[in-house]
């Protein structure tokens, strides 16, 4: 039976039987099964195994079995032994999560040493049914109700047809040895609390459950593909970019039939949470400036949109100009010269050059982030002090304009803020001589 399903699997997917398959093995039932049912279809197999070393002598006896089989039916095979404890603390990670990076890590870079095509790993109906129910316990939209993918890139599960007594008796029909792990029967993970007490339980009550979860997956699957459609059509409507940051039309978002759904969608993948996007809605009459944080975003209400960027810490730019030249700081290259004051100059009106009378500006030049407290006196004021903070509020800057705002000083005051103001007390007069020049380009 299981050979019928790979077989029909193949065909459905159409993947040629001249294809190279690697085989994740970790020595259970289903992927001997698979393993064996592989080898007997005569197709190009190699077997990966992985010994995770997280349960002692018990996981050297794995690989040892695996090894074993596959000499025992000629089979090309592999191990290979993790840290996957040290792992998991050098990167953060969860025992389960590192477990899984190695694995695929290792199968990728051993797919592209060995030239096969495919990683093939031995899911099945029952896993799906587990996963269903653990996405739904944790909370999940409708992508997490469509259970396992049976090709996801270059991975493959053709045994999701095939329930967990399937491969039982495959196994008993072949007279097949495998490993069991025993944390399989701990109750210590959500994943056999389901397996072992409410599955058995749901069975009861439908004894073709595992059926009709993959026919209800099938059907969500169609559901969900209608869901992302909608969703990217009303984020088109949404959405606009200004430089660095994603702008959501406050107006149109609530307009939506969905505002809740359409938000949480769009922000979710920036790591904002069901909580979060419910506060972000109650606040959308608030007054400007309101954030919202996650670990590496902001979103910040404006007056007709939420505006997104990127929160990481920014260090503090600072460079020195001590003469006349060229100069950068990040992605941004300065040209500094001198040049004789004519008749018939014309001051440019870009905001990226600013011309100063020369004889009023002293050497060394500095360009630096603004800080608090920092202050100007704006062209046009008379000298008149102004905090760059209020000049900031005034020019309705947000919290990453500000954070990327750089000042051009001559000693400790503020000639230039950049692209934007010049400081009166540096301004070109009639008595101007010699013109200082400014030009700023931005680097791709």
């Known amino acids: ?29 289903d992927s001997i099964s698979m393993l064996h049912a592989f080898k007997y279809m ?5 077997a990966l195994h992985c010994n995770f070393s997280l349960r002692g002598k018990e996981s050297d006896m794995d690989e040892q079995f695996v090894k074993r089989f596959c000499d025992n039916y000629g089979i090309a095979h592999s191990v290979r032994k993790f840290d996957t404890t040290n792992y998991a603390k050098k990167h953060g990670l969860s025992i389960e999560m590192a477990a899984r990076e190695l694995r695929y890590t290792w199968f990728h870079e051993m797919k592209a040493k060995k030239r096969m095509d495919y990683i093939v790993v031995a899911h099945h109906a029952d896993d ?7 996405n739904f316990c944790r909370g999940t939209g409708i992508k997490g109700l469509t259970g396992i993918k049976p090709i996801n890139g270059d991975i493959l599960r053709p045994l999701l047809d095939c329930s967990r007594n399937d491969i039982l ?3 008993e029909a072949h007279q097949l040895g495998f490993r069991t792990d025993s944390t399989n029967n701990s109750l210590d993970y959500m994943r056999n609390k389901i397996r072992h007490r409410i599955i058995p339980v749901m069975k009861e009550i439908n004894p073709s459950l595992l059926a009709t979860v993959s026919d209800t997956c099938e059907a969500l699957k169609e559901t969900e593909q209608i869901f992302s459609y909608g969703i990217r059509a009303l984020q088109e409507e949404i959405m606009d970019c200004e430089d ?27 790591g904002f949470n069901r909580i979060q996007i419910r506060d972000i809605l109650n ?18 209400k404006g007056r007709i949109y939420w505006r997104l960027y990127n929160n990481r810490k920014r260090q503090q730019q600072t460079i020195e100009i001590p003469t006349p ?22 001051i440019p009106t870009t905001p990226d050059i600013a011309c100063l009378d020369s004889d009023k500006i002293k050497f060394p030049l500095t360009v630096r982030n603004w800080q608090a407290g920092d202050y100007f006196c704006p062209i046009g004021m008379k000298r008149s002090k102004k905090k760059l903070s209020d000049f900031f509020t005034n020019q309705k800057f947000s919290t990453l304009q500000k954070q990327e705002c750089l000042l051009l000083l001559s000693g ?21 001589k010699e013109l200082l020049i400014i030009k700023r380009h931005k680097q791709e």
């Open 1 to 29: 039976m299981i050979r019928k399903i790979i077989e029909k699997f193949l065909e459905k997917y159409r993947i040629p039987k001249d294809a190279g398959f690697i085989l994740a093995v970790s020595g259970g039932a």
């Open 42 to 46: 005569n197709l190009k197999i190699l």
């Open 128 to 134: 799906v049914a587990e996963t269903v129910l653990i």
């Open 169 to 171: 008796k495959y196994i």
């Open 244 to 270: 660095d940051e994603i702008l959501l039309h406050i107006g149109k978002t609530m307009a939506s039939p969905a505002p809740y759904t359409l938000l949480y969608e769009t922000l979710r993948p920036f």
């Open 283 to 300: 606040a959308h009459t608030a007054t400007s400036g309101k954030q919202f944080i996650t670990d590496n975003y902001v979103l910040e």
């Open 325 to 346: 030249g060229t100069y950068t700081i990040g992605n941004i290259q300065f040209e500094v010269f001198r040049f004789p004051r004519t008749e018939d100059f014309e």
């Open 412 to 432: 400790d005051k503020i000639a230039w803020v950049i692209g934007h103001r010049l400081d009166d007390r540096f301004k070109i007069t009639s008595l101007t």
